[in-house]
């Protein structure tokens, strides 16, 4: 078997072409795959399957394929797109396919490596499930919404559906995940979604009469060692970048406008690291807030990680801050 080779270059010209061909292929085939942990990942590869038996084992497991599963033809087409590569006898995919409800979201392979790998996971699921749930709960529709961090583009997208008449700015750092957000959202067919290469809101203009009405964003909040951008939060716990987007979109929302925020809190001794950092911003900014705990304990494995010698657990929370109106 020939080693897998990972390109972390742009996309070939392609892409978002060969994604519209393979999105239609998988969708003939009733593909279903939700996306899991990288840890169950890694669980459910050790049982010992070499070779993918269906679409879900290629574009969700990313086990090497037999030419046979897609046929000669389509495998080229993809291999030229840089979305397949050769594995010894056969192919690998570059890329995942999840499903999200009836759309597909395209986004990195397993494993996530890459310094540029574009997420998306069970935190992505809480997250747009979080949205569906406080969107109907806002006084008016958002005109303009920007979401912070957009990975592969998941809530942009139902954001964008939701909100037709809204103009939705998909921000982020790595142009790699603005690259999946553009595909996704086009595989969508959604006109109102737009990417921007910005690190928090720096690149989003305040366009006059066009203020921002909703932030949203799912930002990284673990420590990695290899500081990956999809994954570091940086701070004490990870809780940095959380809250350095509850800074940003207090300076920067519209009066009335509301921040949607989504991330993993660390627990020292009992205390929430990022709400003790967060509730005094919203305080003092006159904020309306509320504030959940979505699930107690999430990637539990991640405390015997160094720089997590203190923290008890990592809370899935959901925050939802409304500026003071004019
Ligand atoms: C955990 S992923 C979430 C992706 C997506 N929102 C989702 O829910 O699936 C966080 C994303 O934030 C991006 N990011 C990290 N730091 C950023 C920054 N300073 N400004 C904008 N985006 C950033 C990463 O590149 C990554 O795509």
Known sequence: MSALIVPSAPPAPSFE?????????LRAAGYRFHTVTPATHRRVLARGVHLARDLA?????NLPFATALLGEARCAALAAAAIIVRHGD???????????????????????EQHDAVFFGPDSYRFVGAIARTLPTLAAPPRRVVEIGCGAGPAAIVIGTALQDAEVIAADIN????????????????KNVRTLHSDLLSAVT?????????????????????ARAYRHGGGGHGEG?????????????APGGTLMLYTGAPFVR????????????LDGAGCRW??????????GEELEQPGYADVERIAAVWLVAQVPPA
């Open 241 to 253: 970048l959380a809250l350095a987007i509850v800074r940003s979109a207090l300076a920067r929302l």
């Open 57 to 61: 084992d290629a574009f969700g497991w």
């Open 290 to 299: 509320h504030y959940e705990e979505l699930d107690p304990d999430v990637f």
């Open 270 to 281: 009992q205390r929430d690291q990022f709400l003790e950092g967060a509730a005094p911003l």
């Open 90 to 112: 056969g192919w690998k995919a570059l890329l995942r396919a999840a499903s999200l409800g009836e759309r597909i979201i395209f986004h990195s392979a397993y494993p996530t």
């Open 206 to 226: 305040d366009d006059a009469g066009r203020p921002i009405d909703l932030v949203l964003a799912n930002p990284p909040y673990m420590l990695d060692a290899g």
């Open 17 to 25: 072409h060969a994604l519209h061909e393979l999105a239609a292929l």
């Open 175 to 190: 142009p790699r995940a603005l690259a999946f957000t553009a595909a996704n959202a086009s595989l969508a067919g959604l």
